[in-house]
């Protein structure tokens, strides 16, 4: 009898959770039509004049402008670049706070390792190992070609991404990507993580993924409703839609004119494709995955790092609690009460020695707070907590400088009024940091500022990496 009241109360979990996403799912698409549909009839009423609309475009007319070194923001889980979506900006406008920042479009769900690229190249081992194409998209034109370690680039990265662009450094201090022997990891002048996913967290366990392996998903669980729906989403392959968004699986051929019927089937049971190769983001995300990734990961001596970790939670009397409903967003609420009351079974091994469940409660409805200070799984990297930014000034590279903020996961994404004041308050200080307090050789050239010849940035058309749109 206790078995089936627990069976009734995870059936009943999984049937909200599920509908809470699918609704929040829809209000973002559905906000994205509304606001294209309301551009496009703008449009066509102004149509006697032809406008040119100029202000999401950096104005390299302007040598000060052109002096500055890019900053790239990289989206998360479920995330989005410029031009999906239509107008809608994951990052809700703070692209627009600064002269020179790019919002490439990542795979909102391949694995970590998979969502950088040139003409896409996955590696002939790798492509192998996870049964899909070795070459994924072609980029004609990259949005920075002059990117090189004389002019490198500031990246901020929320949620996953986070750990995305630290994959990216390995990969260029690796010498990863052909016809680029001379890559290093001084390609990348800073990188600012908001909310960042470093060491895993305990919300995968929560949303189905295994506690044992961190690999493989439960029967019954919302991921698996989730690979349901991308299945079905790429089969069917309709190009307008997938335009609109793109989950970023087309290396894998799971279209209905590349595999068929049988090959949809052998999909849906879990036989082929990406979830049943593990090569997802969702692995990576787990504790066991993280670390992985991360033990083949470094922080590097001439790399300035910062990182915002967020936290909805408080403890009253020693016990761990959301720190207040109307607080946290309601896709979130349920998970954040989940999270804080997290125990790993006792009957499975802890995923690292001296892993206790107290250290992980502490968490924003996605990621676990202890996760996104810096990267401490499986070796801990330098680090210093800062209560203010001016703790950290001036600015040490090689150590993860860290601020706790109170936020759940998406305060500071895809709805701007939510946050208030605090959305400027944080994208202002990572903005300023990059272009105040982060340079190796001169100081840099503000807007409205006297360039100078040390401080510009030379035109190298020959470099195409992954910055592409």
């Known amino acids: 009898m206790i078995r089936l009241w627990i069976l009734a109360l995870q059936m009943s ?21 509304a606001s294209d549909l309301s551009q496009a009839l703008n449009d066509y009423l102004k149509s006697t004049v032809n406008i040119e609309m100029m202000d999401d475009e950096p104005r390299r007319g302007s040598p000060s402008v052109d002096g500055l070194p890019p900053i790239v923001l990289i989206h998360g889980i479920f995330g989005f670049g410029k031009g999906r979506l239509g107008g809608l900006s994951y990052f809700a406008g703070a692209e ?10 990542l795979g909102s769900l391949t694995s970590i390792y998979d969502s950088w690229g040139g003409q896409v190249d996955y590696g002939e081992e790798h492509s192998k190992a996870y049964g899909h194409s070795q070459f994924g998209r072609i980029y004609e034109q990259g949005h920075y070609p002059e990117w090189d370690e004389d002019h490198p680039i500031h990246f901020v990265g929320h949620s996953a991404g986070a750990q995305v662009v630290r994959v990216l450094q390995q990969m260029l201090a690796d010498k990863a990507f052909k016809g680029y022997e001379n890559a290093s990891e001084n390609w990348v002048l800073s990188i600012t993580s908001l909310s960042g996913a470093f060491n895993g967290t305990t919300r995968t366990y929560l949303d189905g993924m295994q506690p044992e392996d961190g690999r493989c998903m439960k029967p019954i669980c919302l991921l698996q409703l989730c690979r349901l729906g ?27 004119n590349k595999m068929g019927v ?11 494709g990406p979830f ?18 991360n033990s083949h990961l470094n922080t590097f001596p001439n790399t300035f790092y910062f990182s915002y970790a967020t936290k909805r939670t408080r403890k009253i009397m020693g016990v761990t609690v ?11 609420f349920i998970r954040v009460l989940q999270m804080s009351q997290w125990r790993h079974p006792p009957d499975v091994s802890p995923p690292y020695k001296g892993y206790r469940d107290e250290d992980w409660q502490d968490n924003d409805g996605a990621l676990n707070t202890i996760s996104m200070t810096h990267p401490r799984l499986p070796i801990e990297h330098p680090s210093r907590f800062v209560v203010t930014d001016s703790d950290c000034q001036p600015m040490q590279p090689g150590i993860w400088y860290y601020k706790i903020v109170e936020a759940d996961h998406i305060l ?18 990572i903005f300023e940091r990059c272009r105040k307090h982060v340079f190796r050789k001169t100081p ?14 030379a035109l190298l058309t020959s470099n195409k990496l992954p910055l592409e749109e």
């Open 13 to 33: 979990e999984l049937f909200v959770s599920s509908v809470v996403h699918l609704v929040y799912g829809f209000y973002i698409f559905s906000t994205a039509v």
């Open 262 to 272: 049988w090959g949809l089937v052998d999909c849906l049971l879990g036989n082929t």
């Open 444 to 457: 840099q050239t503000l807007p409205n500022q006297p360039s100078s010849p040390s401080s510009s940035l």
């Open 276 to 293: 049943a190769s593990g090569d997802w983001i969702l692995p990576d995300l787990t504790i066991q995955g993280s670390m992985r990734l």
């Open 230 to 256: 991308v299945i079905v989403y790429d089969w069917f392959d309709i190009p307008w839609l997938k335009a609109y968004y793109n989950f970023g699986f087309d290396h894998f051929n799971m279209s209905w």
């Open 322 to 332: 959301p720190s207040g409903i109307l607080g946290i967003h309601p896709l979130l």
């Open 412 to 429: 500071f994404i895809v709805n701007r009024e939510r946050a208030g004041v605090q959305f400027d308050l944080i994208y202002d200080s």
């Open 96 to 105: 627009k706070k600064d002269e020179r920042v790019l919002v490439p479009d």
